[in-house]
């Protein structure tokens, strides 16, 4: 999913840990986001980060455009939000709420029973 929209917007989650923790923690889960390890807490000071992970979305300019303000997100809502941020509620509308190609092919389609006469 992050693939889809890298050239679009840019994300980064923030921890306040050792790089080679982050690393391992990153390669167990998973993570397709950039991390940042910031050890002494520097950053998140700066950034006024009550709690961790927090991601944070960029414009493709590097402008910080949205920021994390729930725990728990998962990875789907945090890509919809920063393009929203980037591109605005309508597009992101259109874009995570349209039917895939699939369920469209499956409506054109009769099915099974309705080839064989057998619906009523």
Do not use: C
């Not at 006024?48 to 990875?75: C, H, I, T």
């Not at 929203?84 to 509620?89: F, L, N, P, T, Y």
């Not at 190609?101 to 099974?112: C, I, Q």
């Amino acid at each position: 999913m992050l693939e889809r929209w890298r050239e679009e917007v840019a994300g980064v989650v923030l921890v306040q840990e050792k790089k080679a923790v982050v690393q391992k923690l990153a390669q167990e889960r998973g993570w397709k986001v950039p991390f940042v390890a910031d050890e002494d807490g520097a950053l998140l000071r700066v950034l006024n980060a009550y709690f961790l992970p927090r991601a944070y979305g960029f414009s493709p300019d590097g402008r910080l455009v949205w920021k994390q303000e729930r725990v728990g997100m998962d990875e789907l809502t945090v890509i919809r939000e920063v393009v929203e941020a980037v591109k605005g509620k309508a597009y992101a509308h259109k874009v995570f709420n349209r039917k895939p190609a699939w369920a469209h092919a499956l409506e054109d389609k009769p099915s099974k029973r309705e080839r064989k006469g057998g619906v009523r």
